[in-house]
């Protein structure tokens, strides 16, 4: 039986596989007045199963969203925001690629710029090696699954 400690643990030894490492080898922020931490009551960042945050938590149905002011703890701050804008996509037949997270659409240059710019690579492998080490958990995998269904969502009405 998984219990809370083993959730926290992996979201520890994800968050690792992550480090310093950011989409660009510059600080993306600078680009965009870091425009994805403009963080009001009414946004929030996806929080993973059984992910832990000191921020505050605003919850609906199975979604959890951890919301903030526009300020954390660098070291403390929630997974999504560690991998955004890209996200480790689940496809169908059970393959993890990263690709740009399209919710992000309207927030980040990354997103609607992404074939133009210069992304590190070795971030987007670590986001790869996050998503396979998570994908190992069925609720993760549940989570990954599911997200990615959305995705897709978005990405039919996008055409
Ligand atoms: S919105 Fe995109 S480009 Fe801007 S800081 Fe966030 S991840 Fe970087
Ligand atoms: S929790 Fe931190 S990194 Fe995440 S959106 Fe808010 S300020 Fe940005």
Same mark, same amino acid.
């Given at each position: ?9 992996l979201?520890?030894k994800a ?76 496809? @169908?037949?059970?393959?993890i ?33 996050v998503g396979r080490l998570l994908s190992e958990d069925e609720q993760c995998r549940?989570?990954l699954?599911?997200?990615?269904? @959305? ?9």
């Amino acid at each position: 039986m998984k219990d809370e400690r083993y959730y926290q643990r992996l979201y520890k030894k994800a968050k690792g596989i992550i480090g310093d490492k950011t989409p660009l080898k510059k600080d993306c922020g600078r680009i965009c007045s870091n425009a994805c931490c403009k963080g009001d009551e009414n946004t929030g960042m996806l929080l993973f199963p059984h992910e832990k945050t000191s921020l505050d938590v605003k919850e609906s149905g199975n979604v959890r969203l951890a919301v903030c002011d526009g300020r954390c703890e660098r070291s403390d701050r929630p997974l999504s925001c560690m991998i955004f804008p890209f996200f480790p996509y689940l496809t @169908e037949k059970g393959r993890i690629k990263v690709i740009p997270d399209i919710r992000g659409y309207e927030v980040c240059p990354l997103v609607r710029q992404c074939n133009a710019v210069k992304l590190d690579r070795a971030f987007l492998r670590r986001v790869k090696e996050v998503g396979r080490l998570l994908s190992e958990d069925e609720q993760c995998r549940a989570f990954l699954y599911e997200t990615s269904r @959305e995705i897709d969502s978005f990405l039919n009405i996008l055409g």
